[in-house]
């Protein structure tokens, strides 16, 4: 794992970057995407992704140059038809190479992409050994794995404190602590290096993480819900206090939560059984642009107050920030004094029973 540690550099010529795709044998297509850093590190990604999607039709084809026409550095996504996809950064003058006729893809070409390949390999062999493990192995057993995977990362990270794949491996680290010391250390070259956009996204979510610790211990059972504001769907801003007086659950989700998703219908039902019994339901979207956001309010149609967190304002003071939200869905319930009643992360089957209890009965 030595060779992991080795630095990483990147091409100061301006010459359009150069990917160089070797191709598996009766490749008939294959989808590329080229996507600038900004947006590949933006709030919406996928999006851009899927906006930057091409399929090329390659048959019989063994290779196929690409050549990078973003302007600046871009993440490069390329995946041939049933085959594995690959994802590299290439900045402008260097010629990379991806061969998928292997059964992981094989990146190479700058410092950065060999430092990449070795951890995707690296990665792959733990995900293994970790998918092997029988049904009988104990906690202990797995975490081991995992503190390998993270072990590996930083160690990668702290070798390259001062170009860009220290950043890339910082980002890999899985222990939040461990994280943020790494990504403090990271120096001028790492964080000006093409990775620029990642680090920045890196110190967005530190920055995160120290406002949700620091709100954490105030969020309990019996202590003052914060208030906050946000706007609904016609821009109006809505306030927590604006319903004191009456039960509130708060709801944090956003339309890319699969749980979230799931657990709308069994939401929609007890609305309707629980809203003539003083309490209001009050949805927070959190991780979604606002026409995401419209949208999913259309399609699922729900009939509760729902308001939107601006995914580019100060994550200091998001709702999800200073509510301490860990996980999604988050369900807390308020009671008339404003203060938290019930917390409840994830999709508890027993999460409505208790609301019911907690509420005056149906008159």
Known sequence: MASLLAGATIAQAQDPAVVTLTLPEGTDSIIVAQIPMADYFGENRRAALRGLMDTLVVTG??????????????????????SRPAMLFAA?????????????????????????????????????????????????ERQALIDGFTDIAEAAALANLDNALGVYMT???????????????????AVNSILAPMYMQLQKNAERTRARRAAAEFIQVGKPAPDF????PEGKAVKLSDFRGKWVMLDFWGSWCGWCIKGIPQMKEQY???????VEFLSID???????????????????????TNPESPQATQPST???????????VINPEGNIALIVVGEDPTFYEQLTNLLPADK
Do not use: H
Not at 92 to 114: K, R, Y
Not at 175 to 186: G, Q, Y
Not at 322 to 332: F, R, S, V
């Open 286 to 308: 959190c991780g979604d642009t606002r026409d995401k956001w419209l949208d999913a309010l259309k399609q699922y149609e729900l009939p509760w107050v729902n308001v939107w």
């Open 322 to 332: 200073i509510y301490a939200i860990q996980g999604y869905p988050t369900k807390l």
């Open 171 to 189: 980002s890999q680290i899985q222990d939040e602590d461990r994280l943020m010391s790494a990504l403090e250390s990271l120096k001028p070259g």
């Open 272 to 278: 309707e059984v629980l809203k003539n019994r003083n």
């Open 92 to 140: 402008p003058g260097e010629q990379l190479a991806i061969d998928f006729t292997t059964t992981n893809p094989q990146m190479s070409g700058s410092t950065l992409t060999d430092g990449m390949n070795r951890w995707n390999m690296a990665a792959d062999s733990i995900m293994t050994a970790y998918r092997a493990l029988p049904s009988t192995a104990g906690d202990a």
């Open 61 to 82: 084809q063994p290779t196929l140059a690409i050549e990078v026409d973003t302007d600046g550095p871009a993440a490069v996504v390329a995946s041939p038809i049933n």
């Open 229 to 232: 504001e946000l706007p609904d």
